[in-house]
């Protein structure tokens, strides 16, 4: 599985941010995976914001949830299986700067197999 962030590197204070994950290799209604976003601000470590599963229920973080909205649009072309995870943020702000990742957990039934992928990683900053 390969995927690709991609965004607008710039936000304002209190804009919208949209980002996508081109996600390759399989599809993301494939029975066992777990699609996440994940973002890392400068100088601290990942923090968890919110995933979509394989069969398209939608968790977040608690403390992102009013804010986070996490969609997909699976692969209409056989022949050219990829598909896109989407990731919108509203009301930016400064704490929001962050490298953000799409990632990828493969379970085995309900437990995790220890297999994820990621991607790697676009960056946003939030700044007037």
């Known amino acids: 599985v390969q995927l690709q962030e991609s965004g607008p590197g710039l936000v304002k204070p209190s804009q919208t941010l949209s980002l996508t994950c081109t996600v390759s290799?399989?599809?993301?209604?494939?029975?066992?995976?777990?699609w996440n976003w994940i973002r890392q601000p400068p100088g601290k470590g990942l923090e968890w914001m919110g995933a979509?599963?394989?069969?398209?229920?939608?968790?977040?973080?608690?403390?992102?949830k009013s804010r986070t909205s996490i969609s997909r649009d699976n692969a209409k072309d056989p022949d050219n299986a990829k598909s896109t995870l989407y990731l919108q943020m509203n009301r930016m702000k400064s704490d929001d700067t962050a490298i953000y990742f799409c990632?990828?957990?493969?379970?085995?039934?309900?437990?995790?197999?220890?297999?994820?992928?990621w991607g790697q990683g676009t960056q946003v900053t939030v700044s007037s």
């Open positions: 990632n990828a957990d493969v379970y085995i039934g309900l437990g995790f197999s220890g297999k994820d992928y």
């Open positions: 290799g399989d599809s993301i209604t494939t029975n066992g995976y777990g």
């Open positions: 979509i599963g394989y069969s398209g229920n939608v968790y977040f973080s608690p403390s992102l």
